[in-house]
């Protein structure tokens, strides 16, 4: 393709069946080019379904081949091996059954371009010329089988591209101009008002203008429970609406949207090789000319030097051929790679390479920021104790003042307050007034309430009570509020950025799978910063640093335990996420940064992902290493059975075929891993 006429160049994604073209050609054009291979082109919009041809039509060649084999083997039986009909069945199978492989393999020798297919052309040619029709045939059959497994084990695993790419819809219910019209999703603007029914799936990124509804967002997050979606919320391309009828005012074009983000990440992510799959890649560069050698020295040695027979050690040499090549070798990472990416990307975790996914299994220490990572970022009211007969009303005024309030902890308060159905908002305050640094007042029904810190007020009216109430809640990290008149003390309240609910559980698993060094990076002052990270259960606590000082801490780390993932929020902490083993950013569905900065996303903006990664970089890891010391290993144990002269085509092509098959299923259960 890089020859034709208006190419400047070309790259294959093999994980995703991806060409991409730079330059100005016709899609007409490229086919022809892939006609040698029997390539078939289409542009990536193109929703047209492919026809699937039936399983017949689709390995006629093969099943002919096998019909020839079975009349070969009757003839060799009825009218001898040698006889003209024998060979001509014998011949004509392996004529139909290989001539896709031969094609490539005496292409690839005349350009000395050896892999697989060039091994298994010479050995079928050599069984040929020394008069093994009937082997060359069953090799030639086998390994058409080896192959049509191998393509329906990558098919498999690409599937978890495919199924993220059929998730949206490719047309949606437009109100433009006051008009509503069905357009195809490349159609769609910025701006334009998308009409969505329940039971529809969401077609675009947006904002809901009007409705309410839950939202099944498992396609893009992982998450296995609806979220409830109101006026104001985002919502994302391909994922569901359940109940409600909505309006979405679309934010972002179809190619922008955050599923078209994860799709075009996973696709790099998959081509990326993993170190492991460049060893192999290097490994099989020159392990294949070595074979050739090896089979080469097989076939001629014995004879010459001992006066074997040529017919006898040709045969072992072309065995040995077929025994070395390496199909398992080169497919054992890249199926486990591209299926382990293709199971995190359903499970709401975007791995952005094969790099990533080894290195998540290797790391011996996980660092976390505090803020909206352990904890959920967003002060809350924790604690409160009113001291009023009619607690409703003194809440509803509590409410009413921090309304009229721009700190950010007030937003605690009126969340709360929204939450227990307290009217505050129909209570009259007057002469408000914010105090810098203490907190603020306003008079209500003719009363003056004052709320802010314990300081702010008269040290006679903080009782002993009050006094421990106090005590103990800011040893427990907290920010303790008193609201009261001149005369007495109305309520006690503390607000705290709540740790998250899943965090001491992630801790735990984390530290049972042997992560040895967890500790907690934040800027907090160290009794809140001691209190939250006792709460989380991390071994260690970093306080009072600064965005340098986090960075400093990974470095030493690094030293200490030579790889680190550092876990934050993807916009801040930038410096010691990007310097860290692998940087893992939350909430990535929400965050167009974390998507972009971070080596590992998770999507959902949920801890509980972070032990799966784990689990499954391990699994993968481990199953890479079982694939390649088997693939390596049933050569060399077929290899051996030359030295007594056993090794026949039929062995050699079993070890093959069944090296390759297994090490492909072995890969494939990597889609069983569950985030739990």
């Known amino acids: 393709m890089k020859h034709l006429d208006g190419v400047n160049s070309a790259d294959v994604n093999f994980a995703a069946s991806k060409l991409t073209v730079y330059g100005d050609v016709s899609v007409e054009k490229l086919e022809k080019a892939g006609a040698f291979e029997n390539i078939s082109v289409r542009h990536e919009k193109d929703q047209t379904p492919v026809k699937k041809e039936p399983f017949w039509k689709k390995h006629a060649s093969l099943m002919m081949s096998l019909l020839l084999l079975a009349v070969g083997v009757c003839s060799h039986m009825f009218v001898g091996e040698h006889h003209l009909y024998t060979i001509l069945a014998y ?27 060039t091994l298994m052309t010479v050995a079928i040619i050599g069984a040929v010329l020394i008069g093994e029709y009937g082997e060359g045939a069953v090799v030639v059959i086998l390994f058409a089988i080896s192959e049509a497994l191998e393509r329906f084990s990558i098919d498999k695993a690409r599937q978890s591209i495919t199924s993220l790419m059929e998730i949206a819809p490719n047309e949606a219910i437009i109100r433009r101009d006051g008009q509503e019209t069905v357009i195809s999703v490349d159609d769609i603007k910025i701006g334009d008002t998308l009409l969505v029914k329940p039971g529809e799936k969401i077609a675009m990124d947006g904002r809901i203008t009007k409705g309410v509804s839950t939202i099944n967002q ?13 006026s104001g919320d985002d919502v994302f391309a391909g ?67 001992f006066g074997a027979q040529w017919s006898t050690w040709i045969y072992q040499g072309l065995a040995v051929l ?14 486990s790679v591209v299926t382990a990416i293709g199971n995190a990307a359903k499970n709401g975790v975007l791995i952005k390479g094969g790099v990533y996914l080894e290195e998540m299994g290797a790391i011996r220490a996980v660092a976390f920021d505090k803020t909206g990572t352990l904890t959920y970022g967003v002060p809350s009211l924790t604690d409160i104790t009113i001291f009023a007969d009619d607690q409703k009303e003194m809440f509803s005024y509590l409410a009413a003042l921090e309304n009229h309030s721009q700190h950010p902890l007030a937003a605690a308060v009126t969340r709360q307050a929204g939450k227990q159905n307290i009217d505050y908002k129909n209570v009259n305050v007057e002469a408000f007034n914010s105090i810098t640094g203490n907190g603020i007042q306003g008079r209500i029904n003719g009363t003056m309430y004052y709320v802010g810190k314990p300081s702010f007020f008269n040290k006679a009216l903080l009782t002993d009570h ?78 009072e640093l600064l965005p340098q000082d986090k960075l400093d801490v990974i470095r030493n780390l690094m030293k200490n335990n030579h790889k680190v993932a550092m876990v934050g ?102 889609l069983k891993l569950k985030n739990q």
């Open 91 to 117: 011949l004509s199978s392996i004529v139909i059954g290989g001539h896709s492989l031969f094609r490539t393999g005496v292409f690839n020798l005349f350009r000395l371009r050896f892999d697989m297919k």
């Open 218 to 230: 498992a396609a893009i997050t992982g998450e296995s429970v609806p979220a409830e979606k109101q």
């Open 239 to 305: 994922t569901l609406n359940e109940e409600g009828f909505l309006e979405i005012e679309v934010t972002k074009r179809a190619e922008d949207t955050t599923l078209a983000k994860i799709i075009h990440l996973v696709e790099e992510a998959q081509a990326e090789k993993a170190p492991s799959q460049a060893f192999v890649d290097r490994f099989a560069k020159y392990y294949t000319p070595a074979i050739m050698i090896v089979a080469f020295f097989v076939a001629i040695f014995p004879p010459l030097l």
């Open 322 to 335: 077929v025994v070395g090549c390496p199909c398992a070798l080169v497919i054992s990472t890249p199926v």
């Open 466 to 543: 009050i006094n421990q109430l106090i005590e103990e809640w800011t040893t427990k990290g907290k920010t303790v509020m008193v609201m009261g008149t001149d005369k007495k003390i109305t309520a006690v309240l503390a607000v705290a950025d709540e740790i998250r609910s899943s965090s001491p559980t992630v801790l735990q698993r984390l530290h049972a799978l042997g992560i040895k060094e967890t500790v907690m990076l934040t800027g907090d002052n160290e009794q809140t910063a001691q209190a939250i990270g006792t709460t989380a259960g991390v071994k260690r606590v970093q306080s």
């Open 569 to 670: 929020d993807g916009v801040n902490d930038a410096p010691a996420l990007a310097n860290a083993t692998v940087g893992i950013a939350m909430g990535g569905a929400g965050t167009d940064t974390a998507l972009e900065t971070a080596d590992v996303a998770l999507m959902a903006d949920d801890l509980k992902k972070l032990p799966f990664t784990v689990q499954l970089s391990r699994k993968t890891l481990r199953i890479i290493k079982q694939n390649i010391v088997f693939s390596i290993g049933i050569k060399l144990l077929a290899l051996l059975l030359v030295i007594p002269g056993w090794l026949t085509l039929w062995i050699a092509i079993f070890a093959d075929m069944g090296a390759t098959l297994l090490v492909t299923l072995n890969g494939l259960r990597l």
